[in-house]
């Protein structure tokens, strides 16, 4: 069965510090791998998506970047830290299908707190 | 582009009653729908889906849902709530065909009330 990792579960960091989260996935080839941020009462803010390695794609503009080094493995980091980057951070990932409809499967989490 | 309303941000409820939690979507194309369910501190967790077929979708924990086309809702039911149920649940669309991105309602937190 297919399960996802990520790491850590919670972080603190202060402002102005790089950051380095991380995500695997076990038991599927060529994922979809998705980074989001939810903030309360706001929802799910998709960050970054990839369909392949090295094939990144922003959603919307940050000082936060996203890198996908192996097939099952998607990475988000960031040089410096703004205290708007607090949240929680969710990883995910999903089948590839050419009809679509592929439901996406979530990680723990990470729950950021910049200081 | 689609996009997801949840029509109810918090909906209280005595454990035992029934419980319905609104979706409602808008896209110009086929979509896909999915719930899931947000327990505290956790990722998301897929209750049910619906693709195609039957618009009576059931999901896991005893819950359901009814595609409904002509008034583009997706309500989430379930017929007697427990304590357990308590967390926030969300609508998501997606469009048909290939790729596309999911898009998420701002989710619905369900309180059950002993």
């Known amino acids: 069965s297919q399960t996802i990792h990520q790491w850590p579960a919670t972080l603190v960091q202060p402002v102005g510090s790089p950051l380095s989260l991380e995500c695997t996935v076990e038991g599927t080839s060529n994922p979809n791998l998705y980074w989001y941020r939810q903030a309360a009462g706001r929802g799910l803010q998709l960050l970054f998506y990839?369909?392949?390695?090295?094939?990144i794609s922003s959603e919307v503009p940050q000082n936060l970047s996203a890198s996908r080094p192996q097939d099952r493995q998607f990475i988000l980091s960031s040089k410096k830290l703004l205290l708007s980057d607090s949240g929680f951070y969710l990883c995910?990932?999903?089948?590839?299908?050419?009809?679509?409809?592929?439901?996406?499967?979530f990680g723990d989490g990470t729950r950021l707190s910049i200081l | 582009a689609q996009s997801v309303t949840q029509l109810d941000s918090q909906v209280p409820v005595f454990e035992e009653a029934p419980v319905e939690l609104r979706c409602n979507y808008s896209s110009s194309v086929s979509v896909y729908l999915f719930w899931y369910v947000q327990y505290p501190n956790q990722g998301l967790q897929l209750l049910l889906k619906y693709l195609s077929g039957s618009t009576l979708v059931k999901g896991i924990n005893g819950f359901e849902a009814e595609f409904n086309k002509s008034q583009t809702s997706f309500h989430l039911r379930k017929p007697s709530v427990h304590i357990s149920d308590t967390a926030e649940y969300f609508c998501a669309v997606i469009r048909s065909g290939g790729y596309q991105k999911v898009t998420f309602g701002i989710g619905t937190k369900l309180q059950v009330i002993p």
């Open positions: 995910a990932w999903s089948g590839r299908d050419t009809l679509g409809g592929q439901p996406q499967h």
């Open positions: 990839s369909v392949g390695i090295g094939q």
